[in-house]
């Protein structure tokens, strides 16, 4: 991970009582761009505790006033400050030291003195692997806030969610897509039909075809999903794929009537993989079609309702048996 350029500001909290120690960290973290709060003793880091919110804090041990370990412990017994990822810098080195501040529960210890690669390379590990729970913690979290609103219709449960996201990620895989793009794909599906949530249950879970007033209503849930993660940095990289992936290769979709390359390619993707899972899936007004039926009809779409190239990756992924191992998988979840 390199490095100088990755740091994007991350706020940082540094606590030393020799001054010239104190500088010396705060040039090489600043220099390779944390955003970085100083403090000489334990009690004026509490203090500043109160005013900022940093990604992680260092800080030596032996202090006068409040030393590391009591700062350590204070910080743990706030709430705000569980999951504050914590070093030690300490001159001393001995087993002994490492196996007690671990088992304080400390994220890393730092023997001073130390160069300026061994420092980066704590910090961002520890950072790094911070935002990876992070992520696991908000997906999980959406998962079952996904899920809670497709089982509003009282149709596709557990599954859909799953599937959508299955069989798109299968395609990408297919394209080459790099690990961002797999990501960003993986929050689009969870998140593509969240916008439900602002649609009247009546409508949601009609037994039958929906009138024009309801379908309009019905259309307008990728701008109310859209406008639901709009501004999270986390979820950003989604906003495109919820908020077109019901456009239609011909542009005759919604909300905004693309067409063709004009819909973001994540969203394109989706729209297929949405459809087939929908058309595989018993409906409130209607019983599911049968794979081969359902992936005859996406080829028949191919420069219709679907990009051609998403429907060429599709049937890549049928031909392989992509298709049926995830249907099989997800019939499985669902019984």
């Known amino acids: ?90 001159a001393r080195g001995t087993r002994e030291d490492m196996f007690a501040a671990k088992a304080l529960g400390v994220d890393d210890y730092i023997t001073k003195p130390t160069t300026r690669h061994e420092l980066l390379t704590a910090v961002r ?33 557990l599954r859909h969610v799953e599937a959508v996201n299955a069989y798109a990620q299968s395609m990408a895989l297919d394209l080459g897509w790099d690990k961002y793009q797999l990501e960003a794909l993986e929050f689009g599906a969870i998140l593509h039909d969240v916008g439900k949530i602002g649609v009247p249950e009546k409508i949601l879970s009609k037994n039958g075809p929906l009138d024009e007033e309801e379908w309009t209503e019905m259309r307008m849930h990728p701008v109310y999903g859209a406008h639901m993660i709009e501004g999270n940095p986390y979820l950003e990289s989604a906003l495109p794929l919820v908020l077109h992936h019901h456009e239609r290769w011909d542009g005759g979709g919604y909300p905004h009537g693309l067409a063709g390359e004009d819909i973001p390619i994540g969203a394109r993707m989706l729209a297929v993989a949405d459809t087939f899972h929908a058309m595989t899936s018993d409906r409130a007004y209607r019983t599911a079609m049968s ?45």
């Open 1 to 90: 991970m390199n490095n100088d350029t990755e740091a994007n500001g991350s706020k940082l909290l540094i606590v030393e009582d020799d001054p010239d120690m104190l500088v010396a960290f705060q040039d090489i973290l600043e220099g390779s761009g944390y955003s970085v709060t100083t403090a000489a003793n334990g009690k004026d880091a509490l203090r500043l505790l109160q005013e900022i919110k940093p990604a992680l804090i260092m800080s030596d041990i032996t202090m006068p006033g409040m030393d590391g370990v009591e700062l350590y412990r204070a910080v743990r017994e706030r709430p705000e400050g569980a999951a504050i990822p914590f070093i030690f810098l300490t």
């Open 125 to 157: 590990a520890r950072l790094q692997r911070t935002d990876e729970l992070m992520l696991i913690q908000l997906k999980a979290v959406l998962r079952a806030m996904a899920n809670a609103i497709e089982a509003r219709a009282g149709v596709y449960t």
């Open 291 to 335: 794979s081969k039926k359902a992936f005859e009809e996406i080829l028949a779409q191919a420069g219709k309702q679907f990009d051609p190239q998403m429907v060429d990756v599709f049937e890549r992924c049928w031909l392989r048996g992509d298709v049926a191992r995830i249907h099989k998988s997800v019939q499985l979840v669902g019984e």
